[in-house]
């Protein structure tokens, strides 16, 4: 079966599937995923998630829209933001702005995706200012009825006290959780399915991406998007991953394709992690 009439089928099949059942296994987007496309055409994209069978999608701004009508569009197409994100300076700075802008959209989460550092050089002090940040933050969503998480990047997995930063991190994160992304953590040279095993308790939200086989790891948080490919079909044990996160009762199931072919790709990616938990 050719690629397109692959796709039509993929489509129809979601599209078939009751709305209901998406909804129950939280299976969600991150809207980087589009950005290219956001720049074209906002509506249009926003309409195509919902054709895909996602209602669930953590923020990726509101696109030169006001937030009022940002959250119409939103209902118009049947959408959720679950997640938002907020940087690092403003969960240091000022995180009850972020904290009302989640309350606003009605967004259980808030995630921040990156530790100020030099490049190459993320060390004990910036894990420390960063543990500081996220508790004082984190203590202050959870005031407010919500979940601050940070989403490492793989260069958090520099070896520390017998283990690494990242577990350090982990160990001492009173007042927030995590959201892993697979492909970092598996760009680190670590298993993703073994931290989820390790930490059950840590990971309430997880982004899921698939590598292309032979793909160099790295350790300071880049990595070629281009090597982003259908869930499923790359040397990340995606299929373990999401067992596990079903099992573990993991909130969302966040799709993250970062490559040019995301428009293709994500409503395969639908269809893998939905027949999985379909089992």
Not at 81 to 104: W, Y
Not at 158 to 174: K, Q, R, S, V
Request: net charge negative; with cysteine; aromatic share 12%.
């Amino acid at each position: 079966m050719n690629k397109p009439l692959l796709l039509l089928v993929f489509a129809t099949l979601l599209l078939v599937e009751s709305t209901n059942d998406l909804q129950a296994q939280k299976i969600g987007l991150q809207l980087y995923s589009l950005r290219e496309q956001m720049k074209t055409d906002v509506e249009r994209y926003h309409q195509l998630i919902n054709q895909w069978g996602i209602r669930y999608i953590e923020g990726g701004g509101t696109y030169g829209l006001s937030e009022k009508k940002y959250k119409a569009l939103l209902e118009k197409y049947g959408l959720q933001l679950v997640s938002v994100g907020g940087t690092f300076e403003e969960m240091r700075d000022n995180p009850q702005a972020v904290i009302e802008r989640a309350r606003f959209f009605g967004a259980n989460y808030i995630v921040t995706f990156w530790i100020p550092h030099a490049s190459g050089s993320f060390g004990e002090a910036e894990a420390k200012e960063a543990l500081e940040v996220f508790n004082r933050a984190g203590r202050m969503a959870k005031e407010a009825g919500l979940t601050f998480c940070y989403h490492p990047h793989g260069y958090e997995f520099t070896p520390y006290e017998g283990g690494t930063l990242f577990d350090y991190i982990l160990e001492n994160a009173e007042h927030f959780a995590f959201e892993m992304d697979v492909f970092w953590v598996k760009m680190a040279g670590a298993d993703p399915l073994a931290l989820l095993k390790a930490y059950p308790d840590k990971f309430p939200l997880l982004h899921l991406k698939d590598r292309k086989p032979g793909t160099p790891g790295s350790s300071d948080g880049t990595g070629d998007k281009q090597s982003n490919v259908v869930l499923g079909e790359g040397d990340i044990d995606v299929e373990g991953i999401i067992r596990h996160a079903k099992m573990a009762g993991t909130d969302y199931l966040f799709i993250e394709d970062e490559s040019s072919r995301s428009v293709a790709q994500i409503p395969q990616s639908v269809y893998f992690i939905q027949s999985i938990l379909a089992e």
